[in-house]
């Protein structure tokens, strides 16, 4: 005779949308950091108010966190992969709604929205799966005994996430983590607080996740470095610049955490000798300019060879005089604005310094507000800024090498090892090429910004601790390995 089954566990019941009601946000105590405007970059306005979290709210979040997983971690994995589908198909149903959120507070085109929409559900509907996979293996013993391996949920596992793909960059810890059994601090970046936290939230909270496993704590940088520090939180997943990964790695050592640090590149589209021009363009336009330049993968640095090179620059510069920029959600445009004042400055200023420098100036270098024209550098060297620098900006630096011997020297120069594209009429050529350069990712005959939920994501060097987003390397992010060993009988020892 079969067992009972066990009890469900507690779940919330799916509740109203949308999300834009601001009641339904939050789940939790009442933060204490104050409140802050939920800022539109394309006009200024003020799109709704959220609360903030302050480091001292940490503490009581994790615990809060802790408990609830604790009943999480022993829910059958059907149970938990249920909520994660649930959570993708809302992700599609509220599609619209969501689409308006991220096109307005973070500045996306909505085609841009629509992949990230895309990704968070795919995302959602991969992490059900390994709700289910195979979590150890048998091992032999020289002893008497059984001995094997399983892997168990981490705890409460830390997710920092920053502004320019709100929703993917959070979604894609948030989802397995959830899914093997872990609870959730969320940081979002206090500028898309809501497309990057509190809407996952709400589509959590609907989808029928038990309260307490998904806690969202927008906040600055005192309050991640709470999420980091607090002794329940087990694991972190960050995602940002490369000096404030330096910190969080920091500050995780000292407190003994694993952490997964996803930052900065600089990555290099190579454009060979036998390259179709026509194409290497239309790679190059879509991988330094989409969402402004402000993804990780941008492609930083366009190396062409010289046969190539002023028909690449002049075409290249053609393409951004005619690209739109402007509101996204008023206008049909190809680029919107800059997420705020201080990113406009610093991608102007990176500009101005290397035109002073010597670089030429074939397109773009102007703005209107926050919408900046998208920027083509010719005459680049080393130590030209836009060219040795993350720039997260519309500015594609363009430079010539003569063999590829050269490409690979000059790809492969610089902290950076994120993304690599390789643009050339001989697949095979471009495989053996992408060989020799190191980085975490590559691609052929495509630029350098792409996602998937089902491949492993991250990068080498200053860019990151390699690949610990996707796949089988969620396992390993978001669980630990225990040994375990069962006798029939108790060992017997000496002494």
Same mark, same amino acid.
């Given at each position: 005779?079969?067992?009972?089954?066990?009890?469900?566990?507690?779940?919330?019941?799916?509740?109203?949308?949308?999300?834009?009601?601001?009641?339904?946000?939050?789940?939790?105590?009442?933060?204490?950091?104050?409140?802050?405007?939920?800022?539109?970059?394309?006009?200024?306005?003020?799109?709704?108010?959220?609360?903030?979290?302050?480091?001292?709210?940490?503490?009581?979040?994790?615990?809060?966190?802790?408990?609830?997983?604790?009943?999480?971690?022993?829910?059958?994995?059907?149970?938990?992969?249920?909520?994660?589908?649930?959570?993708?198909?809302?992700?599609?149903?509220?599609?619209?709604?969501?689409?308006?959120?991220?096109?307005?507070?973070?500045?996306?085109?909505?085609?841009?929205?629509?992949?990230?929409?895309?990704?968070?559900?795919?995302?959602?509907?991969?992490?059900?799966?390994?709700?289910?996979?195979?979590?150890?293996?048998?091992?032999?013993?020289?002893?008497?005994?059984?001995?094997?391996?399983?892997?168990?949920?981490?705890?409460?596992?830390?997710?920092?996430?920053?502004?320019?793909?709100?929703?993917?960059?959070?979604?894609?810890?948030?989802?397995?983590?959830?899914?093997?059994?872990?609870?959730?601090?969320?940081?979002?970046?206090?500028?898309?607080?809501?497309?990057?936290?509190?809407?996952?939230?709400?589509?959590?909270?609907?989808?029928?996740?038990?309260?307490?496993?998904?806690?969202?704590?927008?906040?600055?940088?005192?309050?991640?470095?709470?999420?980091?520090?607090?002794?329940?939180?087990?694991?972190?997943?960050?995602?940002?610049?490369?000096?404030?990964?330096?910190?969080?790695?920091?500050?995780?050592?000292?407190?003994?955490?694993?952490?997964?640090? #996803?930052?900065?590149?600089?990555?290099?589209?190579? $454009?060979?000798?036998? =390259?179709?021009? %026509?194409? &290497? @363009? +239309?790679? !190059? /336009?879509?991988?330094?300019?989409?969402?402004?330049?402000?993804?990780?993968?941008?492609?930083?640095?366009?190396?062409?060879?010289?046969?190539?090179?002023?028909?690449?620059?002049?075409?290249?510069?053609?393409?951004?005089?005619?690209?739109?920029?402007?509101?996204?959600?008023?206008?049909?445009?190809?680029?919107?604005?800059?997420?705020?004042?201080?990113?406009?400055?610093?991608?102007?200023?990176?500009?101005?310094?290397?035109?002073?420098?010597?670089?030429?100036?074939?397109?773009?270098?102007?703005?209107?507000?926050?919408?900046?024209?998208?920027?083509?550098?010719?005459?680049?060297?080393?130590?030209?800024?836009?060219?040795? #620098?993350?720039?997260?900006?519309?500015?594609?630096? $363009?430079?010539?090498? =003569?063999?590829? %011997?050269? &490409? @690979? +020297?000059? !790809? /492969?120069?610089?902290?950076?090892?994120?993304?690599?594209?390789?643009?050339?009429?001989?697949?095979?050529?471009?495989?053996?090429?992408?060989?020799?350069?190191?980085?975490?990712?590559?691609?052929?005959?495509?630029?350098?910004?792409?996602?998937?939920?089902?491949?492993?994501?991250?990068?080498?060097?200053?860019?990151?601790?390699?690949?610990?987003?996707?796949?089988?390397?969620?396992?390993?992010?978001?669980?630990?390995?225990?040994?375990?060993?069962?006798?029939?009988?108790?060992?017997?020892?000496?002494?």
């Amino acid at each position: 005779m079969l067992p009972p089954p066990a009890p469900p566990i507690p779940t919330r019941r799916p509740r109203a949308m949308p999300l834009l009601d601001p009641t339904l946000w939050q789940d939790g105590p009442t933060l204490t950091g104050g409140s802050a405007p939920v800022v539109e970059p394309a006009t200024g306005r003020t799109l709704a108010t959220v609360d903030l979290a302050a480091p001292a709210d940490v503490a009581e979040a994790a615990v809060r966190a802790l408990a609830a997983q604790r009943d999480w971690a022993r829910a059958t994995h059907p149970e938990r992969a249920a909520v994660l589908r649930r959570a993708g198909d809302l992700f599609t149903a509220h599609a619209d709604e969501l689409r308006e959120w991220l096109v307005r507070e973070s500045g996306s085109i909505p085609g841009k929205a629509d992949f990230e929409l895309h990704v968070a559900a795919q995302e959602c509907y991969e992490a059900a799966a390994l709700a289910s996979r195979p979590t150890g293996q048998v091992l032999p013993s020289e002893a008497p005994r059984l001995s094997f391996t399983r892997r168990v949920p981490a705890g409460v596992v830390g997710v920092v996430a920053p502004f320019n793909a709100p929703l993917i960059l959070a979604i894609r810890s948030v989802a397995p983590a959830l899914a093997l059994g872990n609870a959730v601090l969320l940081k979002p970046d206090r500028r898309t607080a809501v497309c990057g936290g509190l809407a996952l939230a709400a589509v959590f909270a609907a989808a029928g996740l038990p309260g307490g496993l998904l806690q969202v704590l927008p906040g600055g940088a005192g309050t991640g470095a709470a999420v980091v520090a607090d002794p329940h939180v087990r694991v972190v997943s960050f995602t940002g610049s490369t000096a404030a990964g330096r910190s969080v790695g920091e500050l995780a050592g000292r407190h003994l955490k694993r952490v997964h640090l #996803e930052l900065g590149g600089n990555s290099a589209l190579v $454009v060979l000798r036998d =390259a179709d021009i %026509e194409a &290497a @363009v +239309a790679q !190059a /336009s879509w991988g330094s300019f989409f969402h402004q330049g402000q993804i990780c993968m941008t492609a930083g640095r366009h190396l062409v060879h010289t046969s190539l090179y002023d028909e690449y620059v002049e075409r290249l510069a053609a393409r951004a005089d005619e690209l739109a920029v402007g509101d996204p959600y008023r206008e049909r445009v190809h680029l919107g604005p800059l997420i705020d004042r201080a990113q406009l400055d610093r991608v102007h200023a990176l500009v101005e310094a290397s035109t002073g420098q010597g670089a030429k100036l074939v397109a773009g270098g102007t703005h209107r507000d926050l919408f900046y024209r998208p920027t083509v550098l010719a005459g680049v060297a080393d130590d030209t800024p836009a060219y040795a #620098e993350e720039v997260f900006g519309p500015v594609a630096p $363009v430079r010539s090498f =003569a063999t590829e %011997e050269e &490409a @690979v +020297a000059l !790809a /492969s120069a610089g902290p950076y090892g994120l993304s690599l594209g390789i643009v050339t009429r001989d697949a095979a050529r471009g495989l053996d090429l992408a060989d020799r350069i190191p980085t975490g990712i590559a691609h052929i005959n495509d630029q350098t910004v792409n996602d998937e939920a089902v491949a492993p994501f991250g990068g080498v060097g200053a860019s990151g601790t390699g690949a610990r987003f996707g796949g089988e390397a969620n396992l390993d992010a978001f669980t630990e390995l225990r040994w375990t060993t069962a006798r029939s009988t108790p060992a017997g020892h000496p002494f």
